[in-house]
């Protein structure tokens, strides 16, 4: 059972983010207030020709500002994983960001689903452990409404097709079995990747909106694996941030 410690959820922590922020020496850094989290290399590259600003925010971590409202950190550079994922989003929710989404690959768990096909999970199976440092073990672990409502309907506009429902997160890529992918599937579940479920929680916990836009990156069926799709990442970068520019206008 995870944590260890049965009665942690209440109890205040040694350090904060911005315990660590501050302890770089340069102070807290000054973030848009929407933050897109990136976990691909090529994403980064072609955000890097339009990022107008680079600002440092701590351990080589960095931001790559799109406008005054959006940013863009490329978690890949630091780590893969929820553990790398819950610090980093702790970190710019601490330097400002109000939302905090996902933009990246997923593994898709339905073989019928088009590859070009932008996923929004809605809920998030909790299959690793960072989660329940922040949430215990009954809370739901869900995206913000209001903001999966505002991507859906940004990229939609687009021309994107979109799909809406459940999540798998989990920590132990090389131990994705086969029963358990032929559950989830019969389930319903749509995609699955290492960090959502994480970044959820750490936003919840801290108070700030979230969700995750899954592009199709492979497909982890059961009597095959299939590991690549079509790559449009880079089309669903500019719906998705005019989503998360409007949305943090408005709020």
Known sequence: MIPNYPEKHGAEALFSPRDALDAQGGGVPDLPPAILLGFQAHLTDHVEERAVETVDIVRSQRCLVLSDSVGYVPVHEVGIGAPVAAIVTENVVASGAQAVVYLGGGASLQSDLDPTTAVLPTSAIRDEGVSY???????????????????????????????????????????????????????????????????????????????????????????????????????????????????????
């Open 133 to 251: 440092h922040y949430l215990d073990h009954d809370d739901p672990v869900a995206p913000t409404p209001t903001l999966v409502d505002a991507l859906d309907e940004s990229l939609a506009s687009a021309g994107v097709d979109t799909a809406r429902g459940p999540t798998w997160t989990t920590s132990a890529m090389y131990r994705e079995t086969l029963p358990e992918l032929r559950h989830y599937r019969d389930e319903g579940v749509l995609s699955l990747c290492m960090e959502t479920a994480a970044l959820w929680a750490v936003c919840r916990y801290r108070g700030v909106a979230t969700a995750t836009v899954h592009e199709v990156g492979d497909y982890l069926d059961p009597d095959g694996w299939v590991p690549e799709s079509e790559d449009n990442l880079v089309e669903l970068l500019d719906p998705t941030a005019a989503a998360l520019s409007a949305y943090v206008t408005v709020s």
